[in-house]
């Protein structure tokens, strides 16, 4: 089946530091997504990747999807504390009507 | 407008036990979709329902179930509960078609403990 593997798997940074995950496929799909999720809450989508290349920005938030179209990364500029939470990618395909998640990386920031 | 609301938010059932959950999606939304989230295996996709269809379903046995109702409100049975199902079990909605699907919004999950 596909994978998705998303690195790192956890980050422990000080505030205003810049931060930057990734996610890898084994196939090619269509749509990338960035969620993130606090403790106790469902996932909020960030960001939405449609096309090969594309450079997404949202707020401190850029996210890119590879021209390959089997990988993702995104990049947090200067952290917060309220930017703690586990971050996710999502991958997936018109027609399924379902997305693959990748298994998180879990962002702690330290005031 | 009002959020994906789930109920119950948590739950304690016992092994053997059967168990529903609620989904009530965005007005306007016609799709649902249900993870389940473990910290051993993530996010995995259940099923999801649009317009009371099944258009995909995860690899879940079939002591999984859900259905859609017409007002788009989707329910997930779990029947005969094992302890491996304990987990949290999120609902999506969205308008169900075009690119606007992917605009997954999440409600806040069902905390489900079997014992």
């Known amino acids: 089946g596909q994978q998705l593997n998303q690195s790192p798997q956890s980050m422990f940074i000080q505030e205003g530091e810049d931060v930057s995950m990734n996610c890898t496929s084994s196939?090619?799909?269509?749509?990338w997504l960035w969620y993130k999720q606090e403790p106790g809450e469902g996932p909020v989508l960030l960001i939405a990747l449609y096309k090969a290349g594309e450079l997404t920005s949202n707020g401190r938030l850029t996210a890119q999807f590879g021209i390959t179209r089997k990988d993702s990364f995104l990049n947090i500029s200067a952290s917060i504390p309220s930017d703690v939470g586990i971050y996710f990618c999502?991958?997936?395909?018109?027609?399924?009507?379902?997305?693959?998640f990748g298994t998180g990386t879990r962002l702690k920031v330290l005031a | 407008k009002a959020g994906v609301t789930q109920t119950p938010r948590y739950l304690i059932k016992t092994r053997g036990q059967q168990v529903t959950l609620s989904c009530s999606p965005i007005s306007g939304h016609r799709s649902v979709s249900w993870y389940q989230q473990t910290p051993g295996q993530g996010l995995q996709f259940l099923f999801e329902y649009f317009s009371e269809t099944q258009r995909n379903k995860g690899n879940f046995p079939g002591r999984f179930s859900g259905r859609q109702f017409s007002n788009s409100r989707s329910e997930m049975n779990v029947s005969t509960l094992e302890l491996g199902d304990s987990a949290l079990y999120l609902c999506?909605?969205?308008?169900?078609?075009?690119?606007?699907?992917?605009?997954?919004?999440f409600g806040s999950g069902t905390r489900l403990t079997v014992v």
């Open positions: 999502a991958l997936t395909t018109s027609g399924t009507y379902k997305y693959i």
């Open positions: 999506a909605s969205s308008t169900g078609q075009g690119p606007a699907f992917y605009g997954y919004t």
């Open positions: 196939s090619i799909f269509n749509t």
